[in-house]
């Protein structure tokens, strides 16, 4: 969807426009939807966790795994034709009211099956990417989009490394007024009602687009209708550039959530750490998110300048296959203290694909944008869901399971090149942030001036 008035630079410090006010609304609220996601995670050991308390077994605990990442993939799909017809301020308010409830309510469950049943529904928060992709993408013009999206996205994952570290403290201070074995269940009631608080956030603070909500445009006649978005899920699945990028994003996205399910349980097991510091070591991964992904959306808008999408395509490509290479050498370490730096490493590598990969996607079919994003996203969380197989048993095989991904991700590396661009469009991109670049020689990111 192209508007006039998208933003040319990203003012971190500024609230005052309708752009930055979306980026930064949506990528706080994608931080606590990965908050709630994934806050159950470092609660799962211990003797009072969620294994003790509920009896999990391995293949359990490896199935809430997949659970957690399996709906996501169904509603992906979904949010992404919404978010053209009805906008992001209304789409995203609905998913975060929505999600909240199974977040609050994980801790009433009393049998296995009861838990893996809400992480599935959990899984629906997932969602809320595609919606800040899709966001700031209406919002920001071709010279930053990589950033932007990248940034945001970023910022939001960033949230499946702060809850690793926060929640078995939120858990500790619970339990100074509840009993041992009510404290996980009583924690996770805080980031389900953070999410509604942000859901009004999101609805009063935000617009659909530069020039204001879809429904007033459309009532203003500056819009399609409503109508017109049908059939562009049709359109977008058919490009095969968009089915590469879903294999490409399940290589990357996928592992990084693969990772946020199973780090702390990895470390707790594989150098006998303790609970807490388990989760702070393997939160280390998530935290990278601060600006690993803004790399990868940063590159791909300087590569762009000078080497047009097929120098994005070509970053990509490069990103995904050192990400593959430092996954193998991370799941090769047997002493904490190179292990640690091996998983930073693979850090950074994973987080900059993402951020390279949501570069591309504004570019592939911008009548579909909203059905090419949710169809990428989907991506992630298939590769996740797939990757969850490999983690249904015993927690010191984990290594094992880290090394055949590694290999997986080297492999997917090279479907980047089935991503191509036609003269036509490399010309219409470069056409267009001639167009919409203001001030070339300024800084992409700025602060306040």
């Known amino acids: 969807m192209d508007f006039k008035s998208k933003a040319t630079k990203i003012d971190l410090f500024s609230f005052k426009t309708p752009q930055m006010r979306a980026f930064h609304v949506t990528w706080f609220a994608f931080f606590l939807c990965f908050f709630g996601w994934f806050g159950i995670v470092p609660m799962m050991k211990g003797d009072n966790g969620v294994i003790a308390t509920l009896g999990l077994s391995p293949a359990q605990v490896g199935n809430s795994v997949i659970a957690a990442v399996s709906l996501?993939?169904?509603?992906r799909l979904i949010i992404g034709p919404m978010c053209t017809r009805f906008g992001s301020r209304k789409v995203y308010t609905f998913l975060l009211v929505l999600g909240s409830l199974p977040?609050?309510?994980?801790g009433l469950a009393q049998?296995?099956?009861?838990?893996?049943?809400?992480?599935?529904?959990?899984?629906t928060i997932?969602?809320?990417?595609v919606i800040t992709q899709y966001h700031t993408s209406v919002m920001f013009a071709p010279n930053v989009v990589g950033a932007a999206n990248a940034t945001t996205a970023g910022w939001g994952?960033?949230?499946g490394g702060v809850t690793q570290a926060v929640m078995p403290l939120l858990l500790a201070a619970t339990l100074t007024f509840v009993p041992a074995a009510m404290g996980w269940r009583v924690a996770m009631v805080v980031p389900g009602l953070a999410m509604l608080i942000t859901a009004a956030a999101y609805w009063f603070l935000?617009?659909?687009?530069?020039?204001?909500?879809?429904?007033?445009?459309?009532?203003?006649g500056e819009m399609p209708p409503a109508s017109a978005a049908r059939g562009t899920f049709m359109e977008a699945i058919k490009d095969s550039?968009?089915?590469?990028?879903?294999?490409?994003?399940?290589?990357?996205?996928?592992?990084?959530?693969?990772i946020n399910g199973t780090a702390a349980l990895y470390f707790f097991n594989r150098f006998d750490l303790n609970l807490a510091t388990a989760g702070l070591v393997a939160g280390l991964f998530g935290l990278m998110n601060i600006f690993a992904r803004s790399m990868g959306g940063l590159f791909s808008d300087f590569i762009n300048r000078g080497g047009g999408l097929r120098g994005r395509v070509q970053f990509l490509f490069i990103c995904l296959l050192l990400e593959g290479v430092a996954l193998v050498l991370f799941a090769n370490m047997g002493v904490l203290a190179l292990a640690i730096p091996a998983l930073i490493i693979f850090s950074l590598f994973v987080q900059m694909s993402e951020g390279a990969t949501f570069a591309i996607v504004p570019y592939v079919n911008k009548r579909a944008m909203g059905a090419v994003a949710g169809i990428v996203g989907a991506g992630g969380n298939f590769g996740a869901m797939l990757a969850g197989f490999l983690f249904r048993r015993e927690a010191d095989m984990f290594g094992q399971s880290y090394m055949i991904l590694g290999i997986l991700v080297v492999v997917c590396a090279f479907m980047a090149?089935?991503?191509?661009?036609s003269e036509s469009e490399e010309k219409a991109a470069a056409e267009e942030t001639a167009a919409r670049l203001s001030d070339s020689g300024e800084s992409v990111l700025t602060g306040a001036r």
């Open 157 to 159: 994952n960033l949230g």
């Open 111 to 123: 049998t296995p099956t009861q838990f893996i049943l809400a992480r599935v529904l959990i899984g």
């Open 72 to 75: 996501t993939i169904i509603a």
């Open 126 to 129: 997932g969602a809320a990417f």
């Open 103 to 106: 977040v609050m309510g994980i």
């Open 206 to 220: 935000t617009q659909d687009a530069p020039e204001g909500n879809y429904s007033e445009l459309r009532a203003r």
């Open 417 to 421: 090149f089935m991503v191509r661009f």
């Open 241 to 258: 550039r968009v089915i590469a990028l879903f294999f490409i994003y399940a290589a990357c996205f996928g592992i990084e959530l693969t």
